[in-house]
């Protein structure tokens, strides 16, 4: 059996190595998985628990919901509003609290997330390009600092992720608009081997990102970058917009991990991706600014395994293990 998608290809391949049987439940259709080990059968949708309650998912895929939880428990969440149109109140809402951040209430995976909205003009243009794919959108304070991805597998530390923005490195002499191209030329040609397979895992940086991202730093496409000079291209920390991911598990301060933990507690997910923002996860949220953005209950364990930089985590083989041993004591 050969499968297309990386994270079919880890959960096969980590089955394989601990002595688990591996099917799809419908051939040729990667959702759903069939694993057993011994009595134990558990039906998975890739990183998403079989564990958690239906409410629970439902909640975590509403982040007008998730964001209204949350808040209700003292956790740390920028202020937000949820807007259907663009009345009075969302543009108050944006001269108080700018830049903001614009998205759709009920979709993943990065989709029409606007960043850095500052005015009028385009706080209108997002939340046009939101309607396009939800019939609401949360408007939030963009909060300061680096983004960063905490994933919790049964209430333990499975990885830590500094998804930085992605960035050029000037030579002195090549345009931005070179190093730009060749950036992303090298992220659709070049891939990273798993197992016996290569996969693409970084993703262009879109060009509209780039656009916005040099005009916020007052440069444009002609600029020419001093050798060594690190040039912002984008200032989203979601993989899909081209973030690279760097492991820092090991720095997380033990308040950080706490409040991680209260976060899983809270939103009742077992197997959660929660991602935040602050300037560094080695100091406590109680001595810094520190928000978190989204709970994810389908976290991707891809760049925990196959980081842009630092350790790799066998948080699939973490996954698995947890899967059964709560099957052995139910």
Not at 124 to 149: T, W
Not at 150 to 176: H, M, R, S
Not at 309 to 317: A, P
């Given at each position: 059996?050969?499968?297309?998608?990386?994270?079919?290809?880890?959960?096969?391949?980590?089955?394989?190595?601990?002595?688990?049987?591996c099917?799809?439940?419908?051939?040729?259709?990667?959702?759903?998985?069939?694993?057993?080990?011994?009595?134990?059968?558990?039906?998975?949708?890739?990183?998403?628990?079989?564990?958690?309650?239906?409410?629970?998912?439902?909640?975590s895929?509403?982040?007008?919901?998730?964001?209204?939880?949350?808040?209700?428990?003292?956790?740390?969440?920028?202020?937000?509003m949820?807007?259907?149109?663009?009345?009075?109140?969302?543009?108050?809402?944006?001269?108080?609290?700018?830049?903001?951040?614009?998205?759709?209430?009920?979709?993943?995976?990065?989709?029409?997330?606007?960043?850095?909205?500052?005015?009028?003009?385009?706080?209108?243009?997002?939340?046009?390009?939101?309607?396009?794919?939800?019939?609401?959108?949360?408007?939030?304070?963009?909060?300061?600092?680096?983004?960063?991805?905490?994933?919790?597998?049964?209430?333990?530390?499975?990885?830590?992720?500094?998804?930085?923005w992605?960035?050029?490195?000037?030579?002195?002499?090549?345009?931005?608009?070179?190093?730009?191209?060749?950036?992303?030329?090298?992220?659709?040609?070049?891939?990273?081997a798993?197992?016996?397979?290569?996969?693409?895992?970084?993703?262009?940086?879109?060009?509209?990102?780039?656009?916005?991202?040099?005009?916020?730093?007052?440069?444009?496409?002609?600029?020419?970058?001093?050798?060594?000079?690190?040039?912002?291209?984008?200032y989203?920390?979601?993989?899909?917009?081209?973030?690279?991911?760097?492991?820092?598990?090991?720095?997380?301060?033990?308040?950080n991990?706490?409040?991680?933990?209260?976060?899983?507690?809270?939103?009742?997910?077992?197997?959660?991706?929660?991602?935040?923002?602050?300037?560094?996860?080695?100091?406590?949220?109680?001595?810094?600014?520190?928000?978190?953005?989204?709970?994810?209950?389908?976290?991707?364990?891809?760049?925990?395994?196959?980081?842009?930089?630092?350790?790799?985590?066998?948080?699939?083989?973490q996954?698995?293990?947890?899967?059964?041993?709560?099957?052995?004591?139910?």
């Amino acid at each position: 059996m050969r499968f297309k998608n990386i994270h079919s290809v880890l959960i096969q391949k980590r089955c394989e190595e601990q002595g688990i049987s591996c099917e799809l439940l419908v051939p040729g259709d990667e959702e759903i998985f069939v694993l057993q080990k011994g009595d134990h059968k558990i039906f998975i949708n890739r990183g998403v628990s079989p564990y958690v309650s239906h409410m629970a998912a439902t909640i975590s895929e509403n982040k007008l919901a998730t964001n209204t939880l949350l808040h209700s428990h003292g956790i740390p969440i920028p202020e937000f509003m949820f807007c259907t149109d663009l009345q009075q109140d969302a543009r108050l809402f944006l001269e108080k609290h700018k830049p903001l951040v614009i998205k759709p209430f009920d979709t993943n995976k990065g989709v029409e997330i606007h960043m850095n909205i500052s005015n009028q003009k385009e706080l209108e243009h997002a939340f046009l390009n939101v309607r396009k794919v939800s019939s609401h959108a949360i408007l939030q304070r963009q909060a300061a600092g680096k983004d960063y991805r905490i994933l919790l597998i049964g209430d333990e530390l499975a990885g830590v992720l500094l998804n930085e923005w992605a960035y050029v490195t000037g030579n002195g002499k090549d345009e931005l608009e070179q190093l730009i191209e060749t950036e992303n030329a090298q992220r659709e040609t070049e891939g990273t081997a798993v197992y016996d397979r290569n996969f693409k895992m970084l993703s262009p940086v879109p060009m509209e990102d780039v656009a916005r991202a040099l005009a916020l730093q007052g440069l444009n496409f002609q600029y020419i970058a001093g050798e060594g000079e690190k040039i912002y291209i984008s200032y989203c920390g979601n993989g899909w917009a081209g973030a690279l991911a760097i492991d820092k598990t090991e720095d997380i301060h033990p308040d950080n991990l706490q409040l991680a933990k209260k976060i899983a507690a809270v939103s009742a997910i077992d197997v959660i991706g929660i991602d935040l923002r602050c300037d560094d996860i080695s100091v406590s949220y109680r001595e810094s600014a520190f928000a978190v953005i989204e709970v994810n209950i389908r976290p991707s364990m891809v760049d925990h395994e196959y980081p842009t930089e630092g350790k790799s985590r066998h948080v699939v083989s973490q996954y698995l293990d947890y899967l059964f041993k709560k099957a052995h004591h139910e």
